[in-house]
């Protein structure tokens, strides 16, 4: 190792500033005396840095173009996962919708079918309905408790549903004029009597006809009030076979398909009779049993 001298080093110090300034200003004064130099010179450079740093930014492209791909796709999987919420909440919001325009069409149906002589009405929803092979009837949510009755006729806008049977303090139960138990007096369009019978099937039957080449397909039927069960004029549906087989009769109303109806006091259901009460046995006494005698 050379050891310097301190006179050495301090002449080293002095000289290195006036040495560096002198450079510099002769590297100045070559860039300005001959500017042609330099920048054939930083052109060299540039060409031979170039194809190295064209290799270095590929793969840095291609890997930024990987991660923005990669991004991309979890962005686009999160925005479906989104999407097919929202979707099933609207599709959601739109069978609500369906019922809720359902149910209203319904209740309009109704407020059309208030009749202007009934005595009183209710409006019930149907909870049950017990179509099948051997019983045509409907439940529905009024009772008691809603001043409703046995006797009492169910309607709809379109027409007759039936008559009320069985009646508890928040649930009755409907017989639909389609049941093997209705039997309802009515009349064709041009003032033939006849009686309407239900068979458990979708279209019931005209019987009692006085002649039946007076009806044709297409007569309009309404209720005669005859028997006070229900009042003139209520419309049950139209003729739809007239021939060997009997006359059958399409109800106004479809029967499989009701959410509301209307119950309508009309002031006939006194006129029905009344259901017997339900009689109690009386108790047996054990044989011998003589305490009953014996405080007499």
């Known amino acids: 190792m050379i050891r310097l001298s301190p006179q050495m080093r301090t002449a080293i110090q002095r000289t290195t500033l006036p040495v560096l300034v002198l ?70 919001w739109q069978q609500t919708a369906l019922n809720l325009d359902a149910e209203n069409r319904q ?43 046995r006797g009492q ?58 002649s039946s080449d007076a009806v044709k397909v297409g007569d309009r039927i309404v209720t005669s009030g005859e028997g006070g069960i229900f009042p003139p004029g209520l419309a049950v549906g139209v003729v739809s076979a007239a021939d060997a087989g009997g006359v059958r009769v399409e109800p106004y109303v479809e029967l499989s398909q009701l959410g509301y109806v209307l119950v309508v006091d009309y002031g006939l259901s006194n006129a029905l009779p009344q259901p017997l009460p339900m009689l109690t046995r009386p108790s047996r006494r054990p044989k011998g049993d003589t305490t009953e005698g014996a405080g007499r």
Do not use: W
Request: net charge positive; hydrophobic share 45%.
């Open 107 to 149: 209740l309009r149906g109704l407020l059309k079918a208030v009749p202007k002589t009934s005595v009183s009405y209710a409006t019930a929803r149907v909870i049950a309905n017990s179509g099948g092979a051997f019983v045509r009837s409907i439940l529905i949510n009024a009772g008691t408790e809603d001043r409703v009755r």
């Open 153 to 210: 006729a169910a309607i709809t806008g379109e027409g007759l549903v039936g008559r009320l049977t069985e009646v508890g303090d928040r649930a009755a139960r409907v017989l639909l004029i389609t049941d093997l138990n209705s039997r309802i007096p009515v009349t064709v369009e041009n003032n033939v009597p006849a009686v309407l019978a239900g068979d458990n099937s979708e279209r019931p039957r005209l019987m009692y006809l006085a």
């Open 23 to 92: 450079l510099s200003a002769g590297i100045v004064l070559l860039g300005k005396a001959d500017q042609l130099f330099f920048d054939s010179l930083r052109t060299s450079v540039t060409d031979s840095v170039a194809p190295v740093l064209d290799g270095m930014a590929r793969p840095l492209n291609a890997l930024g173009s990987i991660v923005d791909h990669a991004k991309m796709v979890v962005t686009t999987y999160q925005e479906n996962l989104r999407l097919s919420a929202e979707n099933e909440k609207l599709l959601q």
